[in-house]
T-cell receptor, first 110, second 112 residues
């Protein structure tokens, strides 16, 4: 099993550009989440999904969209990048044995 | 919203020392996770527990539901244990699909 995979690992955007962070898992988990991690702060939930076709907002959803068309994939879209979105982004899926995190995407918005 | 506090924020110890990291939370939970994040960023789940104690190798996690407190212990610490250790709790309500609220982490350095 590959677990949770994320692409890209690094990305630099200019203010106003849009992009999609990809996330996929092969463990057949229903629950998937996107977090951002900023210096001095804990991981914060952006959006989550409890299954295909169902998504909801977390703690810091503004500026981000998600969709869940399949159990495996949970992409995160930045609609119009802002410098405040410079962060490290983690995708995670949850199963009976705990949380599984992707390797992270380091995003810089200039 | 559940408040999760970890202590200490930073800890430097010598190889071989017994390490304790503490986590307290403010409201009832259904589960608590301990995570490890190495330099370079990858996050690994160490434990998920809802009561009692779990052990894996040199790592031991305990939780006291009544006191809303958990500890992560490392026995015979080694430089490769150097990492950030993160406590996360799953609340009964709110916080998302898995209701996880994260502490800010404990930065552990084990010196040879």
């Amino acid at each position: 099993n590959a677990g949770v995979t994320q692409t890209p690992k690094f990305q630099v955007l200019k203010t106003g550009q849009s992009m999609t962070l990809q996330c996929a898992q092969d463990m057949n988990h229903e629950y998937m989440s996107w977090y951002r991690q900023d210096p001095g702060m804990g991981l914060r939930l952006i959006h989550y999904s409890v299954g295909a076709g169902i998504t909801d907002q977390g703690e810091v959803p503004n500026g981000y969209n998600v969709s869940r068309s399949t159990t495996e994939d949970f992409p995160l879209r930045l609609l119009s990048a802002a410098p405040s979105q410079t962060s490290v982004y983690f995708c995670a899926s949850s199963g009976g044995f705990g949380q599984y995190f992707g390797p992270g995407t380091r995003l810089t918005v200039t | 919203k559940n408040e999760v506090e970890q202590s200490p924020q930073n800890l430097t110890a010598q190889e071989g020392e017994f390490i304790t990291i503490n986590c307290s939370y403010s409201v009832g939970i259904s589960a608590l996770h301990w995570l490890q994040q190495h330099p370079g960023g990858g996050i690994v789940s160490l434990f998920m527990l809802s009561s009692g104690k779990k052990k894996h190798g040199r790592l031991i996690a305990t939780i006291n539901i009544q006191e809303k407190h958990s500890s992560l212990h490392i026995t015979a610490s080694h430089p490769r244990d150097s990492a950030v250790y993160i406590c996360a709790v799953r609340s009964y309500s709110g916080g998302g699909a898995d209701g996880l609220t994260f502490g800010k982490g404990t930065h552990l350095i084990i010196q040879p």
